[in-house]
Each structure stands twice: as structure tokens, then as C-alpha cells.
């Protein structure tokens, strides 16, 4: 409904960013702001012309249309028939993320439709439909623009050429969306800066270092002059090396087949799901089918996965089991993000012991040279 009543404000030439202006479009006072660039808006003017009832319900048909799609695409990319692993996922998993999406009405679906239908196209060879496809997932939350070095990840020879174009349009994007104003895209950044959720709804890991921060400076005082931020940047840089350099072991033969660029979608989008300082309750369904990729390449650990990602934060057995752990209110309020931790950890054990089997580059030449001398 917020998405209908700033597309309605902004159709009216009022500031969508206001609450005063959505309390007088909608009749009634409105709480919750509109956080994104105002492009989505004109995607979602359509809907404006539609009564509200009947705007929601084709909005929500939509959503549901795209996870029947995503389904598919899944099963796609993965090229296995785990329909129903994934069917329990999409119920279950990451504490119910596509129910909240759905209750929620957020774009994360229709976001991870896109991005899903990228990456196979990215499995498939399509490299510049790719690139534009993250550019186009990236209107309304800017992040997806993460995975357009996959690109350079590729044999295409023009992955260079794509990579450079679509990283400017991209860069571009926001300030053109903001009526060419590098200032309103300043204050819009400023304004979600400014937004501060934590536990269940924001299972990430700035906002847990935050609480992690408060909870101990409250008993030693001198901890209260760490600085989380300082923190999250530190864990970034260590998962990403550690990441970059279990992915570099795999790269010593210069083949790039269907296998190993699925491997190295899956672990961006592990990270990404892992890292970003701000991911949402909802938008852990695009990590879903990560779930199926990591159990499947370690023995015997897919059911056991499934179980984990398909427990809820809000009502589990293990809950009560561990109310008197230490810190147990912190696990199961930052429960999607120990799971996306499990799944990073267990991508980087499969990469580590696939490079273990993986001839060197010095092995390769030699078997080069002694084909040449035979």
C-alpha cells in the first residue's frame, strides 16, 4: 500500500519521500516512509489507476507468479529435480522469507526473479543480457550491482567491454533516477543511513555488531569505544579474502565450463546474502536455492541443511532448549544470518577440497611439454 500511495503522490507532482504527503494522498495517516529511488514509482504507476483492493491482489498474483517462475528457474540452474527440497524451502526457509515478502508486499521476489533469470542466462552464455539484467535488478535497491563482476568471471571475450559499460550505466542510474541531482541522491543515501533495524526483520551483520556492542558496553565500559562499523568492515575483508582466495585455488586450469560458473554464482551470491549491511527478513528467499547447491556437493549434509534453513526464529524446540545459553536471545534474533554463515562456511569447504584435486599450472605445463616432445 505504500508503493500505490507514493506512486499516487508522485503522479499528483508531490514528494514521495513525505509522510505528510502520503497521509493526504491515502485519507489516513501513514507511519511507514518509501524507501526507494523514485523510478520504481514509475513502474509502479500503473497500478494507481486500479481501485487499492484490486491493485494489491494483482500485485500479490504477480509475486506469486514470479515464485512459481523462480521454481523453475531454479531447478534450471541447479539441474536437479529437488522440486520438492525446494518447495519446502520456499514454505519454510530463512524463517518463512517468502511468506513475509508476500505479507510484506517488498519487491524482494520480483528482485530475485530478475537476478535468477541473469544468472541463468549468465549459465547459458548470455553474457551482455546478464549485465543488463543486474543493472535492471539494481533500480530499486542499487546492491545487485555486486554481482556484475561475475562477468569478468567468464571466458566471454568481450566480458571487459560488457563489464565496463554496465558498471557506468549502472553508476549512472540512481543520479538519472533522481532527476540528474547528485544532491537528492545524496539526502536519499543520507535517509537510509539513518535507518536502524535490527533482529528478525534485519538478520545481517552491522545491525548484530550493534547489538553485540550495546549488550557488553553495558558491563565493561571499555568496550563502548569500539566502533561496530569498524568491525562489519573487518569481517568483509576477511570473508571476502578468504573467499577470493578459495575461488583462486579453483582457477589454476583456464576452463570455465557450466559446473564451475554455477559454483561461482552460487558463492557470490552466499557472500552477498552474507554481507550486506542492511538484508531484510523477505530477502533471504534469493539465498534459497543455495541451500540445495552446498548440500548437494557435501555428503549426507543436504537433509541436514534443509532442516536447519527450514527452522523458524519464532517458534522452535531448540529455542527453549537454549534460552539459557549465552547470548541465546542474540542467535535466534539473527537466525537467517548463522544460517548464511553455515552456508559460506560449507561453500568454502567445497572449493578448498575441490582445489585439493585440481592439477597446478605447473603440473599442466609439464603435461604440455611432454605432449609436444612425444
Not at 531447478?75 to 527440497?85: G, I, Y
Not at 547459458?124 to 535488478?137: E, N, S
Not at 553485540?212 to 565500559?221: F, Q, V, W
Request: hydrophobic share 55%; glycine share 6%.
Amino acid at each position: 500500500m505504500i508503493y500505490y500511495w507514493a506512486a499516487k503522490a508522485q503522479r499528483a507532482g508531490l514528494d514521495p519521500y513525505n509522510l505528510d504527503n502520503l497521509s493526504r494522498v491515502a485519507g489516513q495517516r501513514v507511519v511507514l516512509p518509501y524507501l526507494y529511488p523514485p523510478a520504481i514509482l514509475y513502474l509502479l504507476r500503473p497500478f494507481t489507476v486500479l481501485p487499492l483492493g484490486t491493485a494489491v491482489a494483482t500485485y500479490v498474483g504477480l509475486k506469486v507468479a514470479c515464485l512459481a517462475g523462480l521454481m523453475l528457474i531454479w531447478r534450471a540452474c541447479l539441474e536437479v529435480r529437488d522440486t520438492l527440497v525446494l518447495f519446502v524451502l520456499v514454505i519454510l526457509g530463512f524463517s518463512d522469507a517468502v511468506f513475509n515478502d508476500l505479507f510484506a508486499g517488498n519487491v524482494a521476489t520480483l528482485e530475485a526473479f530478475v537476478l535468477w533469470i541473469a544468472f541463468l542466462s549468465l549459465l547459458r552464455g548470455r553474457t551482455i543480457l546478464f549485465a543488463v539484467l543486474v543493472v535492471c535488478a539494481s533500480v530499486a535497491k542499487l546492491t545487485p550491482l555486486f554481482f556484475l563482476p561475475l562477468t569478468l568471471l567468464t571466458t566471454d571475450r568481450r566480458r571487459f567491454r560488457i563489464f565496463i559499460a554496465t558498471a557506468l550505466v549502472g553508476g549512472v542510474s540512481p543520479i538519472i533516477s533522481f532527476g540528474g541531482s547528485p544532491s537528492r541522491l545524496w539526502q536519499y543515501l543520507k535517509m537510509l543511513g539513518g535507518v536502524d533495524e535490527r533482529g528478525p526483520t534485519n538478520s545481517a551483520i552491522l545491525p548484530l555488531l550493534r547489538d553485540i556492542h550495546e549488550h557488553l558496553a553495558n558491563r565493561r565500559a571499555m568496550l563502548a569505544a569500539i566502533s561496530p562499523t569498524a568491525v562489519y568492515v573487518a569481517i568483509c575483508l576477511v570473508v571476502v579474502a578468504i573467499t577470493a582466495m578459495a575461488v583462486g585455488r579453483t582457477m589454476r586450469t583456464p576452463d570455465v565450463d557450466r559446473g564451475v560458473l554455477l559454483e561461482r554464482v552460487m558463492g557470490m551470491v552466499i557472500v552477498y546474502a552474507f554481507l550486506l549491511p542492511r538484508f531484510k527478513d523477505y530477502s533471504y528467499c534469493l539465498l534459497l536455492p543455495a541451500v540445495v547447491f552446498v548440500g548437494r556437493r557435501i555428503k549426507n549434509a543436504l537433509p541436514l541443511l534443509v532442516f536447519v534453513a527450514g527452522l523458524t526464529s519464532r517458534n522452535t524446540l531448540a529455542r527453549y532448549a537454549l534460552d539459557d545459553f549465552p547470548l541465546a536471545d542474540l542467535l535466534w534474533r539473527y537466525f537467517n544470518l548463522a544460517v548464511a554463515c553455515i552456508l559460506w562456511l560449507g561453500f568454502i569447504s567445497h572449493i578448498w577440497a575441490r582445489s585439493t584435486t585440481l592439477p597446478s599450472s605447473r603440473t599442466l605445463r609439464v603435461s604440455e611439454t611432454s605432449g609436444v616432445l612425444r
